[in-house]
Nanobody, 127 residues
Framework: QVQLVESGGGLVQAGGSLRLSCAASGRTFTWHAMAWFRQAPGKEREFVAVITRAGGVTYYGDSVKGRFTISRDNAQNTVYLQMNSLKPEDTAVYYC????????????????????WGQGTQVTVSS
């Protein structure tokens, strides 16, 4: 059974930083890319960032470019999201997701390309 477990969420003031972690477990777990999405109350789940296992290629959503950094530790099957200069609008539940290969039918920022999801971790940014 593959599991993705997020951690590192919490309450922070605007302008502050948090670092999220997503640890994957499961004997048969393989991944091509891992991504972060977020969902605020009453809103659609939004793409945040993605990183590939091979080469560490990254891609970010427009709302977080220049403030968030995604990184990986392949040996630990762990992905991180360093969030700096946080804003109240960053408040959301942050989810980790993985894919063992893109279908080619959707953009890499599409939720439909990811088949394994974590339970989420709450990030709250106060003004």
């Amino acid at each position: 059974q593959v599991q993705l477990v997020e951690s590192g969420g919490g309450l922070v003031q605007a302008g502050g930083s948090l670092r999220l972690s997503c640890a994957a477990s499961g004997r048969t777990f393989t991944w091509h890319a891992m991504a972060w999405f977020r969902q605020a109350p009453g809103k659609e789940r939004e793409f945040v960032a993605v990183i590939t296992r091979a080469g560490g290629v990254t891609y970010y959503g427009d709302s977080v470019k220049g403030r968030f950094t995604i990184s990986r530790d392949n040996a630990q099957n762990t992905v991180y999201l360093q969030m700096n200069s946080l804003k109240p609008e960053d408040t959301a539940v942050y989810y980790c997701a993985s894919t063992d290969g893109y279908s080619g039918n959707n953009h890499i920022s599409s939720r439909d390309e990811y088949d394994c999801w974590g339970q989420g971790t709450q990030v709250t940014v106060s003004s």
